[in-house]
RNA sequence: GGAGGGGUGGGAGAGUGGCUAAAUCCAGCAGACUGUAAAUCUGCCCGCUUCGGCGUACGGUGGUUCGAAUCCACCCCCCUCCA
């Protein structure tokens, strides 16, 4: 068996479908929770996959560092390390080159980065991230990219860029020369918020061919509707059967706003980081359950919910947990948290299936009072 | 009764003539977080403010001084030791 993706219906430019691959299926719209060094912090894999989660990230830069590629191999592999049986997609540290920029030189060649752990010095080329990658046993990998910020004038936009592709074809040789069956590599459009771009880019990853393209070097500071406008006029140009992962995002509405631009697939540490820093998301949007007014709530945060974090814990307990610094309360809102994005992405997908998206996004909209064009 | 030490903003605790509305930490209030250097970071935290300032303030009262949380006098309170 290997990587395949069926979509099973359309409404205007979003889809719902099915990513098969060896280790399971993957349900799109779909939504990965980030877990970069082994672990989706503060969660168990069994409750990650309670919530829905069809599959979730590895990184890395990280996991080289920290236990090392080889020790992860030698114990049988990523997924049998940190007990996840299912799919898991590895960032090739392109993330690490902007989020780390004080602590790497950028070459030709690749990435130098001095460890953020110990000042070592390691060298990340496009080939050695694919071996890590590899010997991680991750099922999707991803290409090793520049992701630069926004804003950057278009002349370094498009030497960044083109230095994505150089390193994406490096990336796919490497790949196909080590990489098993049922494992799948995708490249990464660049370009900024560039149109003639991100054309470039996206035309330059198709004709190297890749089983799925992803949309790097967004939400990177240039706000929710600048976003959107790149996305615009980049999804429709995209290879309508295969699938489209927009890295790193995002809120609940970036993720409303991306589906109904044809974005497939999502990851963003905010459900997680956003939990273990007091922050809940909820159908009626962000709260910060630290603030005083939770002090005497004694309502959970979802009633109706299936998911235990949401359903049996006041947000009185909670604020106190928080207030007190108890390990339980990020435990708790990250689990909450990565619900309410399932429960999202599963109501995304059921909305396609129906064809009544556009009604979705208009009561999402009315529910959360956020902005999505 | 005697000897010594000490009383600073909600708490702890610096400061011992002007650079002090008063360090720092904690508590409190709020915000941020987008392919995780994040159980993190930022702002506010005496009152009023048109955000430029203004008014009060370092146990109390009085004094020295151009100027006092800082020096002096007396008083009040707390701690330790001796009777």
């Not at 910060?288 to 947000?315: G, H, M, V």
Request: aromatic share 8%.
């Amino acid at each position: 068996m290997t990587f395949s993706f069926t979509l099973a219906a359309t409404d205007g430019a979003a889809r719902t479908g099915v990513i098969s691959m060896p280790r399971g299926e993957i349900r799109t719209p779909a939504f990965m929770p980030v877990g970069t060094a082994g672990t989706v912090k503060a969660m168990f894999p069994e409750d990650v996959r309670a919530t829905g989660a069809d599959i979730i990230l590895g990184n890395t830069y990280h996991l080289m560092l920290r236990p090392g590629a080889e020790r992860v191999a030698a114990m049988g592999g990523l997924h049998k390390f940190m007990n996840w049986p299912r799919p898991i997609l590895t960032d090739s540290g392109g993330y690490q080159v902007m989020s780390l920029s004080a602590l790497r030189k950028l070459t030709e060649e690749g990435v130098s980065f001095a460890s953020h752990i110990d000042g070592s010095k390691h060298l990340l080329t496009p080939e050695r991230s694919i071996e890590i990658q590899c010997l991680l046993g991750a099922d999707i990998q991803m290409q090793l990219d520049e992701c630069p910020a926004i804003p950057i004038d278009h002349e370094k936009a498009a030497a960044s860029m083109r230095l994505s592709l150089r390193w994406a074809e490096r990336s796919k040789r490497a790949f196909e020369a080590i990489a098993k069956p049922g494992q799948a590599l995708f490249g990464i459009v660049q370009g900024a918020n560039y149109e003639d771009l991100r054309r470039e880019s996206l035309d330059q990853l198709t004709a190297i061919d890749f089983p799925g393209y992803s949309i790097g070097g967004l939400a990177v500071g240039e706000g929710r509707e600048e976003m959107f406008r790149v996305l615009d006029f980049t999804t429709p140009h995209m290879d309508k059967a295969k699938p489209r992962y927009l890295m790193g995002v995002g809120k609940p509405g970036d993720i409303v706003g991306a589906v109904a631009r044809g974005v497939d697939m999502f990851d963003c540490v905010l459900p997680t980081r956003a939990g273990r820093h007091g922050q809940a998301w909820t159908k009626q949007g962000p709260v910060n359950i630290t603030n005083a007014r939770f002090a005497d709530d004694e309502t959970p945060i979802d009633p109706a919910s299936d998911c235990p974090a949401s359903r049996d814990y006041s947000k009185a307990y909670l604020h106190h947990l928080f207030k007190a610094g108890e390990y339980l309360g990020p435990m708790l809102l990250t689990w909450h948290n990565l619900d309410y994005y399932q429960q999202l992405m599963a109501a995304l997908r059921a909305a396609i299936a129906a064809g009544r998206l556009a009604d979705f996004i208009e009561e999402f909209r009315a529910a959360t009072g956020e902005t999505i064009v």
